[in-house]
């Protein structure tokens, strides 16, 4: 069963950085070796936002306009793991955020839909 756990959150002041990582399993007989893997946040009230994917096999990456040039999306094959630095943080970015993983497209996806397992979220908080 695929699983995937993110940590990293936390409480931050504007301006500041805070790493996100996803450790993912993929369960008995799968890889991610053609997976995307995503970070998607959501804040009270709004709609899952994406914000940076990375295919697993190329590194192949794609950012939201929001956060492009803050925010750097990276994956370990060795650990089995995403990560997420953000950089420059700013009130707005804070949200609960999530890692995920799209089976089955062949391009990397920025709607939530395609994507098949999402880990439990983990929240951001950035002070100003």
């Known amino acids: 069963q695929v699983q995937l756990v993110e940590s990293g959150g936390g409480l931050v002041q504007a301006g500041g950085s805070l790493r996100l990582s996803c450790a993912a399993s993929?369960?008995?007989?799968?890889?991610?070796?053609?997976?995307?893997m995503g970070w998607f946040r959501q804040a009270p009230g709004e709609e899952r936002e994406f914000l940076a994917a990375?295919?697993?096999?190329?590194?192949?990456?794609k950012y939201a306009d929001s956060v492009k040039g803050r925010f750097t999306i990276a994956r370990d094959n060795a650990r089995s793991t995403v990560s997420l630095q953000m950089n420059s943080l700013k009130p707005d970015d804070t949200a609960i955020y999530y890692c995920?993983?799209?089976?089955?497209?062949?391009?990397?996806?920025?709607?939530?839909?395609?994507?098949?397992?999402w880990g439990q979220g983990t929240q951001v908080t950035v002070s100003s």
């Open positions: 995920a993983v799209d089976y089955s497209s062949s391009t990397i996806r920025t709607i939530p839909g395609p994507y098949d397992y």
């Open positions: 990375i295919r697993w096999s190329s590194g192949s990456t």
């Open positions: 993929a369960g008995s007989g799968r890889t991610f070796s053609r997976s995307t």
